[in-house]
C-alpha cells in the first residue's frame, strides 16, 4: 500500500467555524508533512512531524494547528481562518531519519481544497 | 530563497513531440526529483536522480543532472495528451528533513 489518504478531498467553511482535515498512511514512514498550496505555484512546507514530534513549524499562523497521534494519522485542525487561507492542503509522508529524504521520495495525498467563506 | 527555478513556466506541444523541462538550484544536492501534478490534485513522483548518476531513465521520461551547473533537466518523449499537468523539481535540504521544490513548469499536450 503506497497511498497517502487525506480526507475531506473539499471543505467549505466560514471564518468562524472549526474544522480538521485528516491524513493516514500505512507505510510505515515515521516523516510526515502538511503543505499548503495556492493555484499556479508550488507546494509550501508548513510542518514536518518526525517519529510522531512536531520538528519543523514554518512560522505557521496559531489558526493552524497540527497534531499526530500516532505514526499513521496526521491532523490539521483549523479555526478562525481567513479567506486568504483558502488552497489546497496537501499531506505527504516519507522514510524518517536519519537519511529521510536523502535516500527516497515523498508520497503525497490527493489534498484538501478548502475555500474560506 | 533557496527555492529552485523551473523553466519554462508554461508549454505547450502537439501529441507525439517530445518535451524539455529545466530545473536549476542552488545548493550542494543530494539527490534532485521530479513529481508530476495533475490540475488541483496531489504530487505524484516520477523519478529521482542522485547526485553522483548523469542521467536515467524510466519509460518515456529521461533526467539529466549537472551538479556543475547545478542543473536538471526531464525529457518525456512521444507526449500524450494525459501527461497535461505540472511537472516540478524538487530537492531535499541537507538534513533530509525538507523538500525545496522549483516554480513547475505547466505542460499541455495538444491532442
Redesign the interface.
Known sequence: DTE?T?TPKHLVMGMTNKKSLKCEQHMGHR?M?WYKQKA????E?MF?Y?YEKL??NESVPSRFSPECPNSSLLNLHLHALQPEDSA?Y?C?SSQG???????????????T?LTVV | SQ?GEEDPQALSIQEGENATMNCSYKTSI??L?W?RQNS??????LI?IRSNEREKHSGRLRVTLDTSKKSSSLLITASRAADTASY?CAY?ET?????T????T?LTVNP
Open positions: 497517502v487525506q516523516a508533512y499556479k505555484k508550488p507546494p512546507l514536518v518526525s520538528s519543523i489546497l496537501l505527504a531519519r536519519p537519511r529521510g529524504l536523502l535516500n527516497t521520495e515523498a508520497f503525497f495525498g490527493q489534498g481544497r | 527555492q543530494n539527490n526529483q513529481y488541483g490534485r496531489g504530487l505524484v513522483h529521482l516540478f531535499p538534513s533530509g528533513s525538507r523538500l521544490f522549483g516554480e513547475g505547466q
